[in-house]
């Protein structure tokens, strides 16, 4: 059975970083893309950043330069590290898994994803 389980989320000021972890158990790890998506009151579900099998990555427009999803085969872990935060980032932020074509459009739609972990919330004050 597939197991995704988030990790890393906290409160912080504007301008303050936090490292998210997903850790996957259950199948193997390196058929999957895998991606980050976050929800908050005013917002639905969005994607903010996902990575193919073969590394290629997508992110949300609202995150470049700022959030960065990396991986690590050896652990069966995702990451993603994300600086400069603001209080728009505030939300429950989920780790999902997904075997389909690992086109870098695809990477951010939630119906390509069918294993998803539990969340954990992130909170920017100003």
């Known amino acids: 059975q597939v197991q995704l389980v988030e990790s890393g989320g906290g409160s912080v000021q504007s301008g303050g970083s936090l490292r998210l972890s997903c850790a996957a158990s259950?199948?193997?790890?390196?058929?999957?893309?895998m991606a980050w998506f976050r929800r908050s009151p005013e917002k639905e579900r969005e994607g903010v950043a996902g990575i193919a099998r073969d590394g290629s990555t997508n992110y949300a427009d609202s995150v470049k330069g700022r959030f960065t999803i990396s991986q690590d085969n050896t652990k069966d872990t995702l990451y993603l590290q994300m600086n400069s935060l603001i209080p728009e980032d505030t939300g429950m932020y989920y780790c999902a898994a997904g075997a389909f074509p690992g086109f870098p459009w695809w990477l951010l739609l939630p119906s390509k994803y069918n294993h998803w972990g539990q969340g954990t919330q992130v909170t920017v004050s100003s």
């Open positions: 259950g199948y193997p790890y390196s058929i999957y893309n």
